[in-house]
């Protein structure tokens, strides 16, 4: 992509002084997005063994908080074309017109290349490559590569969203094990049903974009069976925490009674035929609060302990 | 002096200015923040910050 001529074109005429404000960057690094993305960070830190400063921790979430903003700086450079398309990114600042896209591309760049140094200077190796990996990830497998050309685009670009927890856990500890794996595949499984949820009621959205989501190459009935499969998977290692003994009865309780609601309510999406999308909406919706009520209990249950007395030494 | 040197230029806005004025601002405090965090961090961790295990 060649970032002048694309700059030219988008406005019809030689690039005039920007009128960018802070507030259009900020809304570069999809703030929504970047808050669970700190969240579950946060959980993989405080889960894990062994003792980080408070200074330490906090420039751990700091750069994990501006490598995922940057990576989603890098998304919506990339995307302009298709987010211009769709109602529901069609205000984002680069298809409004509000940012260029050689802005945006170097905004993106140079987060990304400051919060991987950072992370890697001031915390450790470890961390900062999986940093690393995840914004190559993000950027480059998922939205150069799989979103325009496959309906598994979600299933495997969403790995970039689950790896936050395993790079807290790899401040803390600079090794790697089953438990952070584990947080992982939560995210990992929670992805496909959260976003196909999404991808239903919006099918139009992307079948004008051309975005080769499950629902619009494979039909609803199939993505609505894909999303209760999905379900089962994720419900199972919402709970294996438990019995694996990384948690205790607190959160396999939680765990238990969101993973019936999940359930219900994926049955119900299953059983949903259009024109409906209710369904859909409250699983999307629901979904979001799973996560965060998982994990945000699976620190209280397992790390809260853990990181007062670290915070407190 | 030749005429090249008495044309304005691009002569910005007031809103282009308004916009640059912001954004270097907001280049400025990160600059300090990321300042800050090296100071802090150099004496929070002493001679270990050149010790970086993977």
Redesign the interface.
């Known amino acids: 992509m060649s970032l002048i001529s694309e700059g030219a074109e988008f406005n019809g005429t030689i690039a005039e002084p920007s009128l960018a404000t802070v507030g259009d960057y900020l809304e570069l690094l999809k703030p929504r997005v970047m808050s669970l993305v700190v969240f579950t960070a946060l959980v993989g830190l405080s889960v894990a063994p062994g003792s980080i400063h408070p200074l330490t921790a906090f420039t751990a979430l700091l750069c994990i908080t501006v490598g995922a903003g940057a990576s989603g700086a890098l998304n919506m450079w990339y995307d302009f074309d298709i987010d211009a398309k769709m109602t529901r990114t069609a205000k984002r600042p680069l298809p409004s017109g509000r940012i260029q896209p050689g802005e945006a591309l170097a905004f993106g760049l140079t987060l990304s290349v400051f919060s991987v140094v950072v992370l890697g200077l001031l915390v450790n190796i470890l961390s900062a490559a999986i940093l690393a990996f995840t914004i190559f990830f993000y950027a480059v497998i998922y939205t150069m590569w799989l979103k325009r050309s496959t309906p598994q685009n979600i299933v495997i670009g969403g790995a970039a969203g689950a790896f936050p927890p395993m790079i807290g856990w790899a401040a803390v500890t600079g090794s790697m094990s089953f438990e952070p794996i584990l947080l992982f595949l939560i995210i990992f499984f929670w992805t496909p049903p959260h976003f196909w949820a999404l991808a239903i009621y919006k099918m139009e959205d992307f079948r004008r974009a051309g975005v080769p989501m499950l629902p619009v190459v494979s039909g609803e009935s199939n993505t609505r069976l894909q999303i209760l499969l999905y379900s089962v998977l994720l419900v199972v290692l919402g709970v294996a925490p438990w019995p694996l003994d990384y948690a205790g009865p607190l959160y396999g309780v939680v765990a238990v009674a969101m993973g019936l609601c999940w359930m219900l309510l994926a049955m119900r999406v299953y059983r949903e035929r259009l024109p409906a999308d209710q369904a859909c909406r409250h699983l999307f919706a629901f979904s979001i609060l799973y996560l965060f009520l998982l994990f945000a209990v699976l620190m209280v249950d397992r790390g809260w302990g853990g990181l007062m007395a670290r915070f407190a030494a | 002096m030749s005429d090249q040197g008495n044309e304005p230029g ?1 002569v ?1 806005t007031e ?2 200015k308004r ?2 004025r ?2 270097s ?2 280049i400025a405090v990160s600059l300090i923040v ?1 300042v800050v ?2 100071y ?2 150099t004496l ?2 002493g001679p270990a ?1 050149l010790i ?3």
Do not use: D, E, Y
């Open positions: 691009i910005l809103a282009q916009a640059r912001s954004r601002i907001a990321l965090l090296f802090a961090m929070v961790k910050i970086r295990p993977i």
